[in-house]
């Protein structure tokens, strides 16, 4: 069975340094995508960031990025110069023919 | 402005009641879904439909129903068999590729009393 496991229940770090969250998966598949989301107290979920399993090249976005490394089935987010605003939930998701989820990853910013 | 509406935004049910949540998109999505987020879990699917007059059971399918007789709309009825209703509910949507890039609604808070 194919799953996604974040290991991180909770984190908070001041505001301005690095964070980086963890996302491991599982699957005996070839070709995939990854996804981080973020789901802020407003509730809404939105992307962050996305990876196709082919590219070798981690993806990214501004103060996002990721660490991918296929072989060992592991997909971390990296944030930057963290930002009030970043305080949210993470989750980490692995698409082949279907979504799965991690647990989520609790991120709390302080000022 | 496109996008994916839910409502209510909360929802009182009494036990016994059957409820329906409302989602539309007018993205021009082809696919759509129903999670169920509790406290500490992750997200679990209900139920998905990827074109109009078809859809599937998810992971936690008993005790909902659903329907898609339109492209933009997929409403959710949570029954009187779904026996621990009170959840928060995520509606989503993307295009058919499977690229897993979906776009979410602002979810519905339903509480039984």
């Known amino acids: 069975a194919q799953t996604v496991t974040q290991s991180q229940p909770e984190m908070s770090v001041q505001e301005a340094e690095t964070v980086t969250l963890s996302c491991t998966y599982d699957t005996s598949e070839n070709n995939y995508y990854l996804f981080w989301y973020k789901q802020p107290p407003s509730r809404q979920m939105i992307l962050v960031i996305r990876q196709e399993a082919y590219k070798q090249q981690n993806a990214t976005e501004n103060r996002f990025s990721v660490n991918f490394q296929k072989a060992a089935k592991s997909f971390s987010l990296k944030i930057s110069d963290s930002q009030l605003g970043d305080t949210a939930m993470y989750f980490c998701a692995f698409m082949n023919y279907q979504l799965i989820w991690g647990a989520g990853t609790k991120l709390i910013i302080k000022p | 402005d496109g996008g994916i509406t839910q409502s209510p935004k909360y929802l009182f049910r009494k036990e016994g009641q059957n409820v329906t949540l409302s989602c539309e998109q007018n993205?021009?999505?082809?696919?759509m879904y129903w999670y169920r987020q509790d406290p500490g879990q992750g997200l679990r699917l209900i139920y998905y439909?990827?074109?109009?007059?078809d859809f599937q059971k998810g992971d936690i399918a008993e005790g909902y129903s659903v329907s898609r007789e339109k492209k933009e709309s997929f409403p959710l009825t949570v029954t009187s068999a779904q026996k621990n209703p009170t959840a928060f509910y995520l509606c989503?949507?993307?295009w058919g590729s499977g690229t897993g890039e979906l776009f979410f609604g602002e979810g519905s808070r339903l509480t039984v009393l």
């Open positions: 989503a949507s993307t």
């Open positions: 993205l021009n999505h082809d696919a």
């Open positions: 439909s990827q074109i109009v007059n």
